[in-house]
């Protein structure tokens, strides 16, 4: 199953979790889904204080949350790594603050969420590797913080962009 309805997938023996925002979680939630080793992706909410947010909360702005995406993968075959620098060079735009395409405000600001020592090295090594490369001709402004809480968006966020390609 590659995304759920509303809530995280079971924990399943040998996955491993990262979570990311990158603007709208329908677009973000896409580009993970295409990675070899994905197992999951679940949109929803993360980086704020706010406990059981709804997307109406979210996209007002007043939660303090981020719309993001939690990605379940296998790390026999694809790398935490790996799916930081698709989060950096392919799902986003990390130089933008508060802002992808349309989408404005907070909730649509960049956010590499970690839960080890190991994940923000690996974070803090990529944005070093985009910065020196000059992908976008701009410093990188996606903020790296602990991993707190995540919730799930309403099951109608799920699997959004596949359901509704013209959107």
């Not at 620098?85 to 735009?93: N, S």
Request: charged share 20%.
């Amino acid at each position: 199953m590659r995304s759920t309805a509303g809530a995280a997938p079971a924990p399943q023996q040998g996955l491993a979790t990262a979570t990311f925002a990158g603007g709208c979680f329908w677009c973000t939630e896409e580009v993970f889904e295409e990675v070899k080793g994905v197992r999951a992706v679940v949109s929803g909410y993360s980086g704020g204080p706010e406990a059981t947010p709804t997307y109406e909360q979210v996209g007002r702005g007043a939660t303090g949350h981020a719309e993001a995406v939690e990605v379940y993968y296998d790390p026999q075959v694809v790398r935490y790594a790996t799916l930081a620098e698709v989060f950096f060079r392919a799902a986003h735009d990390p130089t933008t603050r508060d802002r992808q395409g349309p989408d404005a405000g907070a909730q649509y600001r960049s956010v590499a969420f970690y839960r080890t020592a190991a994940e923000k090295q690996t974070i803090d090594d990529a944005i070093a590797r985009v910065n020196a490369s000059r992908q976008y001709g701009r410093p990188v402004v996606t903020q790296v913080v602990p991993f707190e809480r995540f919730w799930p968006a309403e099951g109608y966020h799920q699997g959004y962009f596949r359901l509704h390609p013209e959107s």
